[in-house]
Nanobody, 117 residues
Framework: QVQLVESGGGLVQAGGSLRLSCAAS????????MSWYRQAPGKQRELVAA???????NYADSVKGRFTISRDNAKNMVYLQMNSLKPEDTAVYFC???????????WGQGTQVTVSS
């Protein structure tokens, strides 16, 4: 069974940076699209950034220019570099994989990001 484990969350002041990591196991990583979602208290889970198996990326408008998603297929890792963090970025961040052929998706357990003003 596919496993995704996020790390790198924490408490940071507004304007600061964090780098989230997601380690994938039991997966042919290179044929999975990877994405980061977040869910703030009382809100729906939303897409933050995604990267295809070929490396194409897309971002939510709210994080464009501040966040960067990347992947390392050799290490089965996906990253989310978050700069110029704002209090409204506070949420639990989840990693998700999606098989490019079957569409099967897997979620990680999430990592908390808290941005203080």
């Amino acid at each position: 069974q596919v496993q995704l484990v996020e790390s790198g969350g924490g408490l940071v002041q507004a304007g600061g940076s964090l780098r989230l990591s997601c380690a994938a196991s039991r997966i042919i990583f290179s044929i999975n699209a990877m994405s980061w979602y977040r869910q703030a208290p009382g809100k729906q889970r939303e897409l933050v950034a995604a990267i295809t198996s070929g490396g194409s990326t897309n971002y939510a408008d709210s994080v464009k220019g501040r966040f960067t998603i990347s992947r390392d297929n050799a290490k089965n890792m996906v990253y989310l570099q978050m700069n110029s963090l704002k209090p409204e970025d506070t949420a639990v961040y989840f990693c998700r994989s999606s098989h490019v052929v079957t569409g099967r998706t897997t979620w990680g357990q999430g990592t908390q990001v808290t941005v203080s003003s």
